[in-house]
Structure formats: C-alpha cells, structure tokens
T-cell receptor, first 115, second 111 residues
Framework: NAGVTQTPKFQVLKTGQSMTLQCAQD?????MYWYRQDPGMGLRLIYY???????DKGEVPNGYNVSRLNKREFSLRLESAAPSQTSVYFC??????????????FGSGTQLSVL | GESVGLHLPTLSVQEGDNSIINCAYS??????FIWYKQESGKGPQFIID?????DKRQGQRVTVLLNKTVKHLSLQIAATQPGDSAVYFC??????????FGSGTQLTVLP
C-alpha cells in the first residue's frame, strides 16, 4: 500500500541552486497536486494537474514549474531556489479529473531548506 | 477571497473525553468540506468529509457538523485517545475552486 510516494524526504539547498521534487502515486488517480506548508499556515496549492497532459497554477505558483510525466508521476522543480521557498512540500492525488469536491491523498512530505 | 479559519490554535482534552474542533469559513458558495489529521512528520490523513446538502455525517468515533447559516463546521471526536493527538485541518471548496485549507488546530490529549 504505497499510495503517494515523495522523494527526497529532506533536502538542503543554497540560494540559486535548482532541484526537482519527485512524486508518484500507485492508485491510478487522474489528478495530482503540489502543496507547500509553512509554520502556522494551512496547506497552499502550488500547482495541480487535473489529468495527464494538463497542469494549472494554484495559489502560489511563482518560482516553481511542474511536469506531469505520466499518469503516475508529477514533479515539482525549483529553478533558482530562494530562502522564501524553505517549506515542507506535499504531493497529493485524487481520483477524478480535477473535481474540487473530493478527498485528496497525501504523501509524507519533503522538508526543504534553502540557505 | 474566501478564508477558512479555526477558532482556537490549540486544544487540550483529557483522555476519554470528547473533543470538539471548530472551523469557520467565509464563502457562501462553498459546497464541500473535509477534515484532515496530521501527525508530526507525516502527511495529512483524511478523516471525514461532508457536502453542503447534509448537516451531519458520522464516521468511526468522529462526527462532522455543518451549519451553513453561520458558515461553521465542527469535528467531534468521541472518547479521545492519545493517538488522536495531532494537528487537525479543515478545508473547503466549491464552484470549481480547489480545496482551501485552514491553519490547523493542535489537539493534545492529556493522560
């Protein structure tokens, strides 16, 4: 029962470095999401992919890019990391094509620190 | 824009007591509500959801109540156990908007 798997679990970057966060789900879900979680704040949507081949911006997309590689995988890329991107990143998936009224299944998160 | 908030950032309850965690929302067009539990170092875990055509829904030891008149949502946990200690988030969506999450309530279960 893997569900949603994220790699890496921890990462430290220097300002200006780039990296890609990987996410894969094995539930045959159509939609996938990237959220960030900052202390004292709720989860904020960065990007989502309602179905394979589509991506859309969420609430806080600046500084990020995404790729829906196939139905299983959805990656998040930081081209030039900034300290403001220090956060915990969560990937999630849901069954239907971007319907807003259904539950999301989350991965265990990536703790990212940008120095 | 809409907001989703919680009345209290922390809540402490005695083991065995019932817990009530509250949530307010501001968008009258919201039609789907959901509660998540997040333990330290883990991702959010689905607890229960409710649609706007209902005012109450029960799960195993949990009940969600929805009052659309005052835009209020609550999560009740019966016979709270140490394993219930976590941060609880409410979230809402509607009109093709993606889920908007509240900032969370830290529930601590006292022995």
């Amino acid at each position: 029962n893997a569900g949603v798997t994220q790699t890496p679990k921890f990462q430290v970057l220097k300002t200006g470095q780039s990296m890609t966060l990987q996410c894969a789900q094995d539930m045959n879900h159509n939609s996938m999401y990237w959220y960030r979680q900052d202390p004292g704040m709720g989860l904020r949507l960065i990007y989502y992919s309602a179905s394979e081949g589509t991506t859309d911006k969420g609430e806080v997309p600046n500084g990020y890019n995404v790729s829906r590689l196939n139905k299983r995988e959805f990656s998040l890329r930081l081209e030039s990391a900034a300290p403001s991107q220090t956060s915990v990143y969560f990937c999630a998936s849901s069954e239907y094509r971007g319907r807003s009224n259904e539950k999301l299944f989350f991965g265990s998160g990536t703790q990212l620190s940008v120095l | 824009g809409e907001s989703v908030g919680l009345h209290l950032p922390t809540l402490s309850v005695q083991e065995g007591d019932n817990s009530i965690i509250n949530c307010a929302y501001s968008n009258s067009a919201s039609d789907y509500f959901i509660w998540y539990k997040q333990e330290s170092g883990k991702g959010p875990q689905f607890i229960i959801d409710i649609r706007s055509n209902m005012d109450k829904r029960q799960g195993q030891r949990v009940t969600v109540l929805l009052n659309k008149t005052v835009k209020h949502l609550s999560l009740q946990i019966a016979a709270t156990q140490p394993g219930d200690s976590a941060v609880y988030f409410c979230a809402e969506s509607g009109s093709a908007r993606q889920l908007t999450f509240g900032s969370g309530t830290q529930l601590t279960v006292l022995p």
